[in-house]
């Protein structure tokens, strides 16, 4: 390990710069188990994530509702991509410039309707990730 005063100049904003960004986008830490794996886990069905659902009573009905504002978020994509393709292509060439903004809108929408700012979202699907991977491994 480096001692901190034989670092750059450079080096030292870097490693500030990285950990102030690591504790606003926690993710990393969290999902970092579940991505890269050397054997990835099987395919869950709707069943199977209700079965989670329905038995875990904390983070079951944080899931579902983070589920149900995915395909509203979806839903906006795909109405976004509709009704704005014509000025994307118009002004950028971009069509996909619609489906992200509808995603994005979509997005929005479904955080205030479910009110998942006051969910914990990302410590619901970790669970139900460490769910599924005991299960498979019965």
């Known amino acids: 390990?480096?001692?901190?005063?034989?670092?750059?100049?450079?080096?030292k904003q870097w490693?500030?710069?990285?950990?102030?960004?690591?504790?606003r986008f926690p993710f990393t830490n969290v999902y970092s188990r579940y991505i890269g794996r050397e054997q990835s886990l099987p395919s869950?069905?709707?069943?199977?994530?209700n079965e989670f659902i329905a038995s875990d009573p904390v983070h079951g009905p944080t899931l579902k509702t983070a589920r149900e504002a995915a395909s509203i978020a979806l839903y906006?994509?795909?109405i976004g991509a509709i009704t704005t393709a014509g000025f994307a292509w118009?002004?950028?060439k971009s069509l996909h410039g619609g489906a992200v903004f509808g995603w994005t809108?979509?997005?929005?929408?479904?955080?205030?309707?479910?009110?998942?700012?006051?969910?914990?979202?990302m410590a619901a699907q970790a669970k139900f990730m460490d769910w599924w991977e005991n299960k498979c491994r019965r």
């Open 105 to 121: 809108f979509g997005q929005e929408i479904a955080n205030h309707a479910y009110q998942l700012y006051r969910l914990d979202t």
């Open 15 to 23: 490693d500030e710069y990285k950990e102030f960004w690591a504790d």
């Open 76 to 78: 906006g994509s795909a």
């Open 90 to 92: 118009k002004y950028s």
């Open 44 to 49: 869950w069905s709707e069943s199977d994530v």
């Open 1 to 11: 390990m480096e001692d901190s005063s034989s670092k750059s100049f450079l080096r």
